[in-house]
C-alpha cells in the first residue's frame, strides 16, 4: 500500500538523517531515488532546488514533494507524518534524559564517529548533483568501480552551468551571498541563457 | 493575574495549570507556524532565529535553557528545526505542547511543496521553466559545494585524525564502493564508541596517550 510505502520510507529518513541540514540529502536520495524510484535525479535535484529556496526544513519540503506526487494529499501527509515521527519519539525521551545522556561518555563516543561520516555523506550527495548539474548525468551509478561509460561521459562538460557554477562559489565563499538569491539569480541566467540560444545569438 | 496572558514564567515547571496549558496550544502553533513560514532553506539557519523570538522576544525560554535544547536537538536524529520545536513545545505545555510547536513548523512547507508539487509535473515540460530549473541546479550545486568546503574546514580545525580518517573512509566508501549509508553510519558510529573508550581506558592506565 502506497501510503504505508511512504510513510515507512520518510521514517528511516527521520531517523537516520544526523547531524540537520543537508545531512538528510543522502537519505532523500537512498530512498526516493535508489530503492523507491519515487524521483529521477533530476527531479531530486530539482527538489533540492526548490526546497532551498522556500521555507521549512529539506526533509519535510522532499516529504510533502513526494507524497503528494505519489498519492496526492493523504500521501503528503503520510510522508510528512512518517518524516517527523522519529524526531517527536526521540527528542521527547532525550529531553526527559538528558541530564544523565549528557555525560555518558559512550554517547559522545559515537556522535565523534557520526559527525565526519555525516560530512562525507553530504559531501558525496553534493558531488553527485554537481554532476546532474554540471554534465547533465541523470544516472551516476551506484558505485564508480567499474563504471567506463559514466567516465566518458564526464567529458561532455557544459560550459553554461560550470560557469555558473563557478561564480556563485565564488560569491558564496567570499561575499558570503544569500544562498536563496543565489539559486534565485542561477534560475534567472538559466532563463537568460535559453532566451539568447532562442535568439540564436549562439548559432 | 488570572486573565493575563498564559504565557509561564521559565521556571514554573510543571505548576502550570491544565487551562494554561490549552491555552497556550493555539500559541505555540502560530508562532512557530511564522517562524517557520520565514524561515528560507533548512537547516542551522532556524536556530539563532528561534533563539531570538523564543528567548528574547516571547520570554518562554531562558537562554541557556535553548542552548541545550540546540545541543539535544543535534544529538538527535531528524531536522533540527522539528527537533528544537518538539523541545520548546514540550517545555511548555508537554506532549500536546510539542505536537503544537510541529504542526506548526511542518504547516508551511506542507502548504508550498504541496502546491509545487502539483505544478511541477505540469510546467516541468515547458522550456522557459525548464531553463530556470537548469540554471538552478547550478546554483544548488554552488550552495551544497560551499556547505561541504566549510564541513571539510571544520573537520580540519579539529586537528583530530580520527574524524578525518572517518571523513576520508565513509567518502570512499559511499562514492567509490557504493556501500549502503545506513551500514556507513552503524560502522562511524561504532567505531566512534570504541576510539573514546580506548582513548578513556588509556588516559586511566597511565597516561602514555
Known amino acids: 500500500m502506497i501510503y504505508l510505502r511512504l510513510f515507512w520510507s520518510f521514517v528511516q529518513i527521520g531517523l537516520f538523517s544526523f547531524g540537520g541540514g543537508l545531512a538528510v540529502l543522502p537519505q532523500i536520495q537512498y530512498q526516493a531515488v535508489e530503492v523507491r524510484h519515487w524521483l529521477t535525479l533530476k527531479e531530486f535535484v530539482d527538489l533540492v532546488s526548490l526546497s532551498e529556496m522556500t521555507p521549512g526544513p529539506i526533509a519535510i519540503n522532499a516529504a510533502t514533494f513526494v507524497g503528494m506526487r505519489q498519492a496526492g494529499i493523504l500521501g503528503a501527509l503520510a510522508s510528512t507524518f512518517g518524516c517527523v515521527l522519529p524526531s517527536l519519539v526521540i527528542v521527547v525521551i532525550l529531553a526527559v534524559v538528558y541530564k544523565k545522556f549528557k555525560h555518558l561518555k559512550g554517547f559522545q563516543g559515537a556522535l565523534g564517529g557520526l559527525r565526519p561520516a555525516a560530512c562525507a555523506l553530504i559531501i558525496s550527495a553534493g558531488l553527485t548533483v554537481l554532476m546532474v548539474a554540471v554534465f547533465g548525468i541523470d544516472a551516476v551509478p551506484r558505485s564508480l568501480a567499474g563504471a567506463g561509460d559514466f567516465y566518458r561521459r564526464l567529458l561532455e562538460v557544459r560550459i553554461f552551468p560550470l560557469l555558473v557554477l563557478a561564480g556563485a562559489t565564488l560569491l558564496l565563499q567570499l561575499k558570503k551571498v544569500n544562498p536563496v538569491l543565489i539559486i534565485a539569480s542561477a534560475g534567472v541566467l538559466g532563463i537568460l541563457q535559453y532566451a539568447l540560444v532562442r535568439a540564436g545569438v549562439f548559432g | ?209
Open chain 2, 1 to 209: 493575574m488570572g486573565f493575563a496572558p498564559a504565557v509561564p514564567a521559565a521556571r514554573d515547571g510543571g505548576a502550570t495549570s491544565v487551562n494554561k496549558k490549552y491555552v497556550l496550544l493555539p500559541k505555540i502553533f502560530l508562532q512557530t507556524m511564522l517562524l517557520s513560514a520565514f524561515t528560507f532553506g533548512g537547516g542551522y539557519v532556524i536556530v539563532p532565529l528561534m533563539q531570538k523570538r523564543f528567548v528574547e522576544k516571547l520570554h518562554w525560554i531562558e537562554h541557556n535553557e535553548m542552548l541545550d535544547f540546540v545541543a539535544i536537538a543535534q544529538s538527535a536524529p531528524g531536522p533540527i528545526a522539528i527537533n528544537t520545536s518538539v523541545l520548546v513545545g514540550h517545555r511548555l505545555a508537554g506532549l500536546p505542547g510539542s505536537l503544537s510547536a510541529v504542526l506548526g513548523t511542518v504547516f508551511p512547507p506542507l502548504v508550498i511543496l504541496g502546491v509545487l508539487a502539483g505544478v511541477y509535473a505540469s510546467f516541468s515540460g515547458n522550456p522557459w521553466v525548464a531553463a530556470a530549473m537548469f540554471g538552478m541546479r547550478a546554483g544548488v550545486a554552488a550552495v551544497i559545494l560551499d556547505v561541504a568546503v566549510s564541513l571539510v574546514k571544520n573537520i580540519i580545525k579539529e586537528k583530530s585524525i580520527f574524524s578525518a580518517a572517518v571523513l576520508v573512509l565513509a567518502f570512499a566508501a559511499k562514492f567509490i564502493f557504493g556501500v549502503n549509508i545506513l551500514l556507513i553510519l552503524a560502522a562511524s558510529a561504532a567505531a566512534g564508541l570504541v576510539f573514546s573508550l580506548t582513548r578513556e581506558k588509556k588516559k586511566k592506565g597511565g597516561g602514555e596517550a
